[in-house]
């Protein structure tokens, strides 16, 4: 298995040389997806720099583990959107309802759906504090009608 990962990351290697594309092999992670219980013993090579396994990648702010479990993704998010809102909830008195919801969906929203694609299907209890954050908006906002509208698809 290990053999055949390292032929691999030649092979990106050479197509990188090819395409005139450098890659920093000291940033390249990696990590073992596997459903089995016993992890495997591998220690692939990229460029001649040994790739140590971690138990957690980070690929554009988003935190995969070798379970695929996103709590602690959907938790940095929800933390992040909750600071974010409450700025907003701060400076509300200057701003109309239409004006918070755009700042809302601009800051808050945008921040709460990124790769949202790659953990919509998480359990209802890891996704309770992104609710949480939807319902504080709402009570900021003012005008659920308004809301409502602007949400629909």
Not at 19 to 29: D, G, M
Not at 63 to 69: D, H
């Given at each position: 298995m ?9 092979a990106?290697?050479?197509w990188g040389?090819a ?11 990696a990590?073992?997806f596997s459903?089995k219980?016993s992890?495997f ?7 001649g720099v040994?790739?140590?396994l971690t138990?957690?990648?980070?690929l554009?702010g988003i ?7 996103f709590d ?10 909750a600071?974010k809102?409450?700025i907003?909830a701060?400076v509300r008195q200057?701003?109309?309802s ?8 601009a ?5 709460m759906?990124y790769?949202?694609?790659?953990w919509?299907?998480?359990?209802k ?5 992104l609710e949480?954050?939807e319902?504080r908006?709402?009570?900021l ?5 308004l809301?409502?509208l602007d949400f629909r698809?």
């Open positions: 290990v053999e055949r990962l390292n032929v691999s990351l030649q990106v290697s050479e040389d395409n005139l594309v450098t890659f920093n092999a000291s940033k390249t992670q990590c073992l459903a219980r992890l013993d591998l220690t692939p090579t990229f460029r040994s790739i140590t138990d957690r990648l980070q554009l935190s995969l583990t070798p379970t695929l479990n602690t993704c959907i938790e940095s998010l929800a933390q992040v959107a600071k809102l409450g907003l701060k200057y701003f109309t239409k004006q918070l919801l755009n700042l809302y969906q800051q808050v929203r945008s921040c759906e790769c949202s694609h790659l919509d299907g998480s359990a209890y890891q996704l309770e504090a949480s954050i319902k908006a709402r009570k906002v003012g005008n659920d009608r809301f409502m698809v």
